[in-house]
Each structure stands twice: as C-alpha cells, then as structure tokens.
C-alpha cells in the first residue's frame, strides 16, 4: 500500500475524544462518564462543546447529542459503548 494511503496509526495518548452535548441532558450526563472513564483508562484527552454555544454544532448534531468525535471524526451519539470506544482509541 501506498505510503499517501497508509494512515499512521495513534496511540491512545494521541488521540482527542470531544463529547458534544448541553446542559441538562441526561444522555449527555452518561456519555460523560463513560468518556472520562475510558479516557482515563486509555491516557487519551479529551474535551466537551456544548451545542446551546456553538450555532455550528447545534445545526450538524440537535438531533444527536450526546455525539463522541475521535480525532473529529463522528463515532457515536446518543449512547457510548466504553469497549467500542476503547478499541477505537487502540487500547
């Protein structure tokens, strides 16, 4: 395979988690915790966005939230699966 196609693989202390959500939302309350365990876990950061302060976010992802990006790359929403979400980080 091309070296142009070949994507580097991350570890997991490279990789960025962003959990997307607002205030209030119960859903985003779990994703929360599981993406704090898992990051924890794994060494991978992570960070929250809230949609009700990014008119960007809250039209690509209302209808979603909780949303999970690795690397800002969608991987999930409304519920995160902590094994999944470990095997997407390589751990």
Same mark, same amino acid.
């Given at each position: ?6 994507r ?9 988690v ?35 302060? #990014?008119?960007?976010?809250?039209r ?10 690795? #690397?800002?790359?969608q ?17």
């Amino acid at each position: 395979m091309s070296p142009v196609l070949r994507r580097a693989k991350k570890k997991a202390d490279e990789r960025v988690v962003t959990l997307i959500g607002k205030p209030g939302c119960h859903l985003c309350d779990d994703a929360r915790a599981v993406v704090e365990e898992v990051c924890a876990e794994t060494g991978a950061s992570w960070e929250e966005k809230d949609i009700t302060q #990014d008119e960007a976010l809250h039209r690509a992802y209302w209808e979603q939230i909780p949303v999970v990006l690795v #690397d800002g790359e969608q991987h999930t929403f409304w519920r995160v699966d902590a094994g999944r979400l470990r095997r997407a980080l390589g751990a």
